[in-house]
């Protein structure tokens, strides 16, 4: 299986070859800075999408809406988690060597790459992390996204992954953060419901605002959908 994109012919090869020649061509400061953003940078600022979509959701008008985002965005971690120990078994059948140790005339950014190539773990965890946000919130998620594209782009560039590496991060990634949802939401929407009741976390999945909003409509006699019911689940709009 280690032959996967051995031969100067194959298509990934010359994509590999035709994205990190942009690498030799840049100048030594422009690749430093990508070496950082696609080893460091993306994840980094991943997380701040993340903790941008949960001030987000804590302002949601109802409580069941802002239980079903915080629920999402506690997912997205847990599922990067579970889709590299997916892809633990995966690299160890395919046994894809990184593109340097096959291949001639790289400029790789990074040392110490010495595990196998397929699938890219960074890929994967960006792409997880990003479905995870994109469930909880459709807009920010499309940023995630944008971003867990740059993290792949940046990881060919780097000389240290195939573009089927990354590809194949993308869809293990999303794979997992999609199929696995609903019984993470199920087993998670408990737990984080009881959160958001107790008085010292009450604040961690709802604004104090949004709260007030809420007793302010049920003095009105409208009431709020309840938790687990659907109502508002998947709610986008950044006003919210």
Not at 83 to 102: K, M, Q, S, T, Y
Not at 158 to 173: E, I, Q, R, S, W
Not at 192 to 214: K, P, Q, T
Request: glycine share 10%; proline share 5%; aromatic share 8%.
């Amino acid at each position: 299986m280690a032959g996967l994109a051995s031969d100067g012919s194959n298509p990934d090869v010359s994509l590999l070859y035709d994205i990190n020649g942009l690498a030799r061509e840049a100048p030594p400061w422009f690749d430093r800075v990508m070496g950082f953003v696609g080893e460091y940078g993306i994840m980094l600022a991943l997380v701040l999408v993340a903790l941008w979509c949960w001030w987000s959701v804590r302002r949601r008008d109802t409580l069941a809406d802002a239980v079903s985002g915080a629920v999402s965005l506690v997912w997205a971690p847990l599922a990067a988690g579970v889709a590299v120990l997916v892809n633990i078994p995966i690299r160890g059948f395919v046994e894809r060597p990184r593109p340097f140790n096959d291949h001639q005339g790289l400029d790789v950014l990074v040392d110490g790459k010495t595990d196998f190539s397929f699938v890219s773990d960074h890929a994967t965890l960006a792409m997880a992390i990003a479905v995870g946000v994109f469930i909880a919130h459709r807009r920010l998620g499309l940023i995630a996204i944008a971003l867990a594209f740059a993290e792949g782009f940046c990881r060919v560039y780097m000389g240290v992954h195939y573009p089927t590496d990354v590809v194949g991060g993308f869809a293990l990634g999303t794979a997992v953060a999609l199929l696995l949802a609903p019984v993470a939401h199920a087993l998670l929407t408990p737990l984080v419901a009881a959160i958001a009741r107790s008085r010292r976390g009450a604040r961690l999945v709802r604004s104090r605002r949004a709260a007030e909003r809420s007793a302010v409509a049920g003095t009105l006699g409208i009431p709020e959908p309840r938790i687990g019911s659907g109502a508002g689940a998947g709610e986008n709009d950044l006003a919210a």
